[in-house]
């Protein structure tokens, strides 16, 4: 099976923020919540996970991964907020490193969306407000949250900050930016490399807490977090700031739904509000706007992702993923019309470890296990999908 001669859009390389973090191809591993990192702890069986999905110049995000003892709603997802934690991590960060991969940390606070088991000594889940997500809705009976005083608020902006000095794990790095140093482009990457991760994206989306914030459906405070879009902004945008002061904001990167109404989370009028953050993110200056959108769709005998993000990616002057259920056909549009500068992959990539030397041989892809995702096992429907070498298909 030989490459393709037409080019791929999708294969096209890319060059990302003002350090030139060099990508060989513009197909994103999408963060997938995974649930085996017992009792909170990335586990050993992770590096096998990650590396092989990394490839030279390939740009993988972990994970969602808990930023505090008080973000987490899911069995064995794992955390950043604790030395052992950042020491557990470090294997997998040097795996995908040896590959050549560039490697984010995706980084979240659930909200609502947990139950008493999930938080420390039973007490409610924390969010912005008091009503809590229907039971049973999702198949879990999430227990009803405590809303949030607008002066806590500040400690959940300062969890975010240090879980990405966490990840980072660039002292050096850091301390030069804060004295605005002149540094060669060379030493920083290098530091950065050696240390932790290249960047963290924040999850703002899918109904967690920073989604709560954004959308009307959920945000019902009265006071400067709650009411106008300018005001459910707020938090979000303290967040990306501190992080981004924290470890730099072409370091930073951030994950919004405002189309979707997972979790209950849906908003009024998702054009002003998608508008709104990518104007002001473009502000803060971070890399990367992240976006979910609507799953394709069948349109003129093909299917498509509506353009719906356009108006986003006008106004961010960063990179833009794009991300939403997308094929190799689709993404190759969305790159070839320039709807996106990159796309994410999510449930191909889970059980395509190899997908982007499949986009590129136009090799068959394997199918998901669906019944798999979220089970615990570190093998079965984890590091068990085949690879095209073995399937015999790789031939030049």
Known sequence: MAASTTPIPL?????????????????????????????????????????????????????ATGVSDTAQGYPETPGIWTEEQVKAWKPIVDAVHEKGGIFFCQMWHVGRVSSYGFQPNGEAPISCTDKGVTPGLYGEDWSPPRRLRADELPRIVNDFRLAARNAIEAGVYVVLLRHKKLVIEGIIRTVVYLTGFDGVEIHGANGYLIDQLLKDQVNDRTDNYGGSLENRCRFPLEIMEAVADEVGADRVGIRLSPYTDFMEAGDSNPEALGLYMASALSKLGILYLHVIEAREVKMNDRYEAPPILLPMKHAFEGTFIAAGGYSRDGGDKAIAENCADLVAFGRLFLANPDLPKRFELDAPLNGYNRNTFYTPDPVVGYTDYPFLDVLGLNKH
């Open 11 to 63: 294969l096209t390389p890319y060059k990302m923020g003002k350090f030139n973090l060099s990508l060989s191809f513009v197909v994103v591993m999408a963060p997938l919540t995974r649930n085996r990192s017992y009792n909170n702890m990335p586990q050993p069986h992770a590096i096998l996970y990650y590396s092989q999905r990394a490839s030279n110049g390939g740009f993988l995000i972990t994970e």
